[in-house]
């Protein structure tokens, strides 16, 4: 079935959430919705919670205007909406701010369910800023393409999702002239490491992840 990247819309989002919870499962969804919380579940099912947790942050960053896109899987015979079957969320150079910035409890009843566990995702964010800042400097952490989030559905990998949703963000950073930044998973290197990102720094465990600062440079353009 042909495959389509187009840019998401709020009513992608519980779709993007499923896509997260399945993708995250082993590590930062370990982490941030502990079983040792799993008690406080308010809708009984701390997965659901975790589904419109990531539902609502999706939908807040898209109304911040964090360019986010899809790839949806449509059928021949379906009338243009298919299945996302990937997702990616970018930060402007203009957006980027700490990440623990926007990462907080908000408003919004699923933006902080009590399942979560705050203070574990107040430390996620504090590190990836830290190995941000570490291997950018304070400055060079506003002037890329800071790539946020991406996941694709597990039951969809190595069908070059992930490719066409990273290399959409690089063609349009390298049209702005901007390099592209991100903290890694273990299982996002191997993608970013085709895609032309080495690494800018020590990998750091923490929790049930290894988060490895990579890099992408812009290409220069030959004069000649
Ligand atoms: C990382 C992720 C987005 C890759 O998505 P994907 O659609 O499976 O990737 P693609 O099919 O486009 O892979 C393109 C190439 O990247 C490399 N690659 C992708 N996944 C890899 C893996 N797990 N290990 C090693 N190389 C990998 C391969 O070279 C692959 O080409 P090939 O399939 O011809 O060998 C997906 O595994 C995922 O969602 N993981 C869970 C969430 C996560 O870790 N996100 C990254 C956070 S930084």
């Known amino acids: 079935?042909?495959?389509?990247?187009?840019?998401?819309?709020?009513?992608?989002?519980?779709?993007?959430?499923?896509?997260?919870?399945?993708?995250?499962?082993?590590?930062?969804?370990?982490?941030?919705?502990?079983?040792?919380?799993?008690?406080?579940?308010?809708?009984?099912?701390?997965?659901?919670?975790?589904?419109?947790?990531?539902?609502?942050?999706?939908?807040?960053?898209?109304?911040?205007?964090?360019?986010?896109?899809?790839?949806?899987?449509?059928?021949?015979?379906?009338?243009?909406?298919g299945q996302v079957v990937g997702f990616i969320q970018w930060e402007l150079p203009s957006q980027t701010r700490p990440p623990s910035a926007h990462v907080n409890g908000g408003d919004e009843e699923d933006l902080s369910p009590p399942s979560l566990d705050q203070e574990q995702l107040r430390e996620i964010s504090k590190l990836i800023h830290d190995m941000t800042t570490s291997a950018l400097g304070a400055d060079g952490y506003s002037n890329m393409w800071y790539l946020s989030s991406i996941a694709v559905d597990p039951s969809q990998h190595r069908r070059g999702i992930g490719r066409m949703l990273v290399q959409h963000g690089l063609d349009q950073a390298a049209k702005a002239g901007k390099d592209a930044f991100l903290i890694a998973t273990e299982e996002g290197r191997g993608l970013y490491s085709v895609l032309g990102f080495h690494n800018v720094g020590e990998p750091v465990a923490r929790g049930h992840s290894v988060y490895n600062p990579m890099l992408w440079r812009v290409p220069s353009i030959n004069p000649t």
Do not use: C
Not at 7 to 26: M, T
């Open 1 to 81: 079935m042909p495959l389509f990247l187009r840019p998401a819309r709020e009513d992608d989002s519980v779709q993007i959430g499923w896509i997260g919870l399945k993708a995250f499962r082993d590590d930062v969804s370990r982490s941030a919705f502990p079983p040792h919380l799993h008690h406080k579940s308010k809708s009984g099912d701390p997965a659901l919670d975790e589904v419109r947790w990531r539902a609502a942050r999706n939908r807040k960053r898209m109304r911040e205007g964090m360019p986010t896109y899809v790839v949806v899987d449509m059928p021949e015979s379906e009338d243009g909406n």
